[in-house]
Every structure is written in structure tokens, then in C-alpha cells.
């Protein structure tokens, strides 16, 4: 009797185990696979990021390489301007009011060739022109950095 007892209570045990075992086993596959899904699903969401942030330098760099095109083009054009000034080749004049140049002794400009009709001019001296220029040249400069900026952080914001 007392090794039917034993033998009954050995088998239970041996079922428990393996029923047990079975069920950690399944356990240990599903949690394998949740793993697997989470990092696949990380890994996906790694490259997604990774390729917004390449898009978003190559735009960057564009942008960058158009701000430097459009610097040096305005550089070009002040530095040609500059150029003609001090040959005598171009003149810088200001219109003056009519009413306030009355007692002056300065010349009308020249009928044909300009765009003004019958205005009073006073030529600038070269060296106030050459200021002048240096003046809009820092304003262009700065400008064209400004609409950088306002791009950068367009991409950026977007």
C-alpha cells in the first residue's frame, strides 16, 4: 500500500513537472517573440528617425549652400559698384527739393538720359558715395541672413 502511495505520488509529481515545464516553455517562446517584435519594431522606428534627420540635413545643407550663393552674389554686385564709383564711372546724386534748392547754385540734371524730369540733383561726393555702399552692403548682408535664419527654422519647426 505504502509504495502504491509513493508510486501514485511519484507519478503526480512527474505529470506536475512536465505539465509545469510545458508551460514555461510556452511562456519562454511568447516572451521570446515579444521581445523580438519590440525590438524589430524599435530598430524600424530607429531608422525612421534616422532617415528624417538625413532629409532634414541634406535640406539644411541646400539651404545653407543657397544662403552662401546669394552672400556672395551681393558681395559681387557691392564690390562691381564700389569698383565703378572709384573709376569715376558711376556717380551717385540725390534728389533735392525744389522749394529748399532755390537760392543753391545747383544744376538740373540732364533732360534726355535720365529718369527724372526737370528735378534739381547734387552729386555726392566719392568718398560719401563709397560709405554709402559699405552702409548697404552691411544691410544686404544682414538681411540675407536673416531670411537663412527664417528658413533654418522653418525646416527645423516642421
Request: aromatic share 4%; net charge negative; with cysteine.
Amino acid at each position: 500500500m505504502l509504495a502504491l502511495v509513493l508510486i501514485g505520488a511519484g507519478s503526480a509529481w512527474q505529470f506536475q513537472d512536465w505539465r509545469y515545464g510545458r508551460q514555461l516553455a510556452e511562456q519562454a517562446k511568447l516572451h521570446g517573440e515579444t521581445l523580438n517584435q519590440l525590438a524589430t519594431a524599435g530598430a524600424d522606428a530607429q531608422k525612421a528617425e534616422h532617415d528624417k534627420r538625413l532629409a532634414l540635413e541634406q535640406k539644411l545643407a541646400a539651404s545653407e549652400q543657397t544662403y552662401y550663393r546669394k552672400l556672395n552674389d551681393a558681395q559681387r554686385d557691392q564690390d562691381r559698384l564700389r569698383d565703378r564709383l572709384a573709376t569715376a564711372d558711376l556717380r551717385l546724386s540725390v534728389l533735392i527739393d525744389a522749394d529748399s534748392a532755390s537760392g543753391c547754385d545747383v544744376p538740373k540734371a540732364t533732360g534726355a538720359g535720365g529718369v527724372d524730369h526737370a528735378t534739381v540733383r547734387a552729386r555726392l561726393d566719392p568718398a560719401h558715395a563709397q560709405r554709402i555702399i559699405a552702409i548697404t552692403d552691411t544691410g544686404d548682408q544682414g538681411l540675407i541672413a536673416l531670411q537663412a535664419c527664417q528658413a533654418y527654422v522653418q525646416e527645423i519647426s516642421r
